[in-house]
């Protein structure tokens, strides 16, 4: 049980660092094949008591409800329609059996008039309700908008059918640039974590036109394998079971897949992992025994639901999350001023930002939070706002406050 919890924790966002677990679950996934697959018409009526994977699309929105029920801010939650396919696109992103439009959840926060936009992007393994302990507070000075990428949360989820890492990025970023089309949008700020924050800065390289400002929270995607040697990969890879967790690897077998494994134990498996993660093991501000509940239950139903955008990850990262198309290899090319945001504890380091912004040609700036780990936003929200605020200073004051200092505890990079 404890290896099947390692790749859990894996699952959560922390994506790629608890790999060597995974083989602990292989033999639990044959058996879900027993049930209907969450989403389908059998899903939704056969007894949820009765499923092998108790989830669904619409269980999925019922547990983000319940958890942004903890806002004081209202909010509007839709399902935009983005079409069947990208106009013009030679990427078949969106192939599938059928040819149906597809849908990105999102939740809109509206300020005060004439407030600045900020669009808020997840990573692996999450979806936009792991901001729940930050919506309030930015929605104070920006309209802020939260989506499910496409294949992850409430949004569709088509047949992942992408066979290379040109397709998997074009899935992403186009499926986010037809969400901005229908959305009417132009100038906002673009925030992305993790996972969230390599596509955010892969969008920013193709459609500057559209970003003010990017904010990379804890991205992945920075250097390759060959920019950085890693002794302990090179020796675990040489071991059984470095070659049987690389093999999983290649052969996209994903932290999702041990959820939907264990059927009906899965959601105390998720649980054991928000306590520890979210509890013993927190750097920072502890969640509240009712912030813990909603939030392992909505996990649950996103991470169970039917695979899609999460088999992104072979095409995207090598295993050590390491990029197969680095950002570093991009940097001089950058349009956009950039923010990245670390928290201090983060296994993602701050040092890929620090390389990258040798060759930028636009501002740059690197916060590192204190008492924050992968999940900064999480471990300590109220030092993760400052650090927001300080980056989009700008547009929040005008220009009369560009050069105010760091806020106290913010730490310079």
């Known amino acids: 049980m404890r290896r099947a ?126 901001f729940f302990r930050n919506f309030d507070a930015l929605a104070s000075r920006f309209r802020v908008i939260a989506i499910d990428q496409l294949g992850w949360g409430g949004s569709s989820r088509p047949d992942f059918t992408c066979k290379s890492t040109e397709e998997t990025e074009a899935w992403f970023i186009d499926s986010l640039e037809e969400w901005r089309k229908a959305k009417n949008l132009s100038n906002f700020i673009l925030l992305g974590h993790s996972f969230g924050g390599y596509v955010a800065a892969k969008y920013a390289l193709q459609h500057p036109e559209h970003v003010q400002h990017l904010i990379l929270v ?113 940097a001089s090319d950058w349009k956009v001023p950039t923010t990245f945001i670390y928290g201090h504890d983060d296994w993602m380091k701050y040092q890929g930002a620090q390389q990258a912004r040798k060759d930028m040609k636009v501002p740059c700036e690197i916060i590192r939070v204190p008492q924050g780990g992968h999940f900064v936003f999480i471990d300590n929200p109220s030092g993760f706002h400052s650090a927001v605020f300080y980056a989009c200073r700008k547009f929040l004051s005008g220009d009369a406050e560009e050069g105010l200092s760091l806020p106290d505890g913010l730490i310079s990079a």
């Open 5 to 130: 919890a390692a790749v859990t924790r894996m699952a959560a966002t922390e994506e790629m660092r608890q790999a060597s677990a995974a083989a602990a679950a292989t033999v639990t996934e044959a058996s879900a094949s027993a049930a209907p697959p969450a989403g389908s018409r059998w899903a939704r009526v056969w007894p949820a008591a009765l499923r092998w994977i108790p989830t669904s699309t619409e269980r999925i929105i019922a547990a983000e409800k319940r958890l942004l029920s903890v806002l004081k801010t209202g909010y509007v939650q839709e399902q935009v329609n983005i079409g069947s396919a990208p106009p013009g696109s030679k990427v078949r992103w969106f192939r599938s059996s059928s040819d149906e439009p597809r849908f990105i959840n999102t939740v809109t926060f509206d300020s005060k008039e004439n407030a600045p936009t900020l669009v808020m992007v997840h990573g692996y393994g999450a979806s936009q309700g792991f």
């Open 218 to 330: 804890g991205s992945a995607g920075f250097s390759s394998e060959t920019d950085h040697s890693s002794e302990w990969l090179t020796k675990f890879r040489a071991t059984w079971k470095g070659m049987l967790v690389n093999q999983l690897w290649e052969s996209n077998f994903t932290p999702q897949r041990i959820v939907r494994g264990l059927g009906p134990w899965g959601p105390d498996l998720v649980r054991r992992y928000t306590t520890a993660r979210f509890g013993s093991y927190s750097t920072g501000e502890l969640l509240t025994e009712h912030e813990s509940g909603l939030l392992t239950d909505y996990i649950y139903h996103t991470l169970a639901a039917k695979a899609s955008g999460e088999l992104c990850l072979k095409y995207i990262f090598s295993l050590g999350a390491f990029a197969r198309k680095p950002l570093l290899q991009s």
